[in-house]
């Protein structure tokens, strides 16, 4: 039975492309949809990028610069780096322009923002290892999260802390889907600015919808409770994952 506080949320998996031609706004309330929102977001701008280390500093501004300058590890360093070069080549490559001159910048929650052309807008970034992902909502709204993860065994504590039973009934037997669906959990919160900051089984992945619930449920309604869409890709062994409303 569903408890009070949840409420189901409608996900799509249908790639991007179906829906390109769809002019944003238009009603789409019939299957395949699925959808009770009155329109549908088209799929964001996603950049993923190989994270190795970078001499090159030229692109970042004064403030940027000193952020990295207190990172201590050269991992740590060189995915920050990375992410922030592939958040100003995406941008330039959107919007026009050059990757110069655009800061990324972050709000009290850790949540990445970008200036650029005179406007600042929510961004979401991601890095593991040797890649690294940046993600923006086509119409610059907050309402995008990006996550990459390495498909690997992690243990079953580790699972049963983050997943709830239905996903852990779902993922069972499969390291890849675990690690989608974690994916798709941690984009959902750093979506609504949260992160891990609240319990990861708060968003609750369910085959095609995601269901909030808690200080998650409570950002969601605060955010007019959009429509979320989603798309998963696998690059070798890692999983990228961007949700957007
Ligand atoms: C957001 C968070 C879930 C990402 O963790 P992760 O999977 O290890 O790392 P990722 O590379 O996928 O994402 C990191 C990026 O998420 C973004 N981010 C951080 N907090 C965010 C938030 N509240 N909302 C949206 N995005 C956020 C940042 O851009 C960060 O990159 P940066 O540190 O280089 O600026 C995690 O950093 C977090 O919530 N931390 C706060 C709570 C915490 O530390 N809990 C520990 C319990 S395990």
Do not use: Q
């Not at 009070?4 to 790639?15: A, K």
């Not at 993923?48 to 500093?57: G, Q």
């Not at 990445?112 to 991601?126: D, H, Q, T, V």
């Amino acid at each position: 039975m569903k408890k009070p506080d949840e409420r189901e949320t409608p996900l799509s998996s249908i790639p991007p492309y179906i829906h390109a031609s769809r002019p944003p706004g238009l009603h789409a309330s019939t299957p395949p949809y699925l959808h009770t929102s009155t329109h549908l977001s088209p799929a964001p701008y996603l950049k993923i990028r190989e994270v190795k280390p970078e001499t090159n500093f030229s692109r970042l501004s004064a403030a940027e610069k000193n952020e990295f300058e207190k990172l201590k590890t050269p991992k740590r360093r060189d995915e920050w780096l990375a992410s922030r070069l592939a958040a100003k080549e995406l941008i330039s490559e959107a919007l026009g322009g050059t990757p110069d001159g655009i800061e990324v910048f972050s709000d009290a929650d850790r949540k990445p923002l970008a200036r650029a052309g005179g406007k600042e807008f929510y961004i979401s970034l991601s890095h593991r290892d040797a890649l690294c992902a940046c993600a923006i909502n086509r119409a610059l709204t907050p309402l995008i999260g990006v996550d990459v993860e390495k498909i690997e065994k992690r243990s079953e504590a580790w699972k049963k802390d983050f997943f709830t039973a239905g996903e852990y009934g779902a993922c069972a037997g499969s390291e890849e889907k675990f690690t989608e669906t974690w994916t798709l959990k941690e984009a959902a919160l750093k979506m609504l600015g949260l992160g891990l900051s609240v319990d990861a089984r708060e968003a609750e992945i369910a085959g095609e919808r995601v269901k909030f619930a808690g200080r998650a449920l409570e950002r969601y309604e605060k955010l007019g409770s959009p429509a979320i869409r989603w798309k998963s890709v696998r690059k070798e062994n890692y999983i990228i994952s961007v949700l957007w409303a």
